[in-house]
């Protein structure tokens, strides 16, 4: 399965930038000291609509997942298939990413995973998670 080519939106710039660089960045609150998913706009915990972009650990555990199984190809190869987790970052919030490096039949709750960017000749670099 391919993820499409990747544009930023101009919202979501510091993301993109700490991408480059390795580094994950998500949204937090200051004032109450919440973390939150990068498309997050207000604080729901305080009210406060004032969220700052700061670096996340990058460690997470996984949730739940879906294993995507890619179309055979003509010539009868079957790609292999994709998986997609849900995984809370250990700041708290959730985030669905593809995972890469896991055997889909091995995967279980709880799973320690760390984030990784994957930088494609062209747009921009996505996040993935492997275990740890
Ligand atoms: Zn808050």
Do not use: K
Request: aromatic share 8%.
């Amino acid at each position: 399965m391919e993820i499409g080519i990747l544009r930023r939106d101009g919202r979501t710039d510091p993301f993109f930038d700490g991408a480059a660089e390795d580094r994950l960045v998500i949204r937090r609150c200051e004032p109450c000291d919440h973390w939150y998913a990068p498309d997050q706009s207000g604080c729901p915990s305080c009210g406060g609509d004032e969220l700052v972009w700061a670096q996340a650990s990058g460690e997470a555990t996984l949730v739940t997942w879906t294993v995507l199984h890619g179309r055979p190809a003509a010539d009868g190869t079957v790609p292999p298939p994709a998986v997609l987790g849900l995984v809370e970052l250990a700041e708290g919030p959730w985030l669905n990413a593809r995972l890469d490096g896991v055997d889909a039949a091995a995967l279980r709750e709880g799973l320690a995973l760390r984030a990784s960017f994957v930088h494609p000749a062209e747009g921009e670099p996505y996040l993935l998670f492997r275990p740890v």
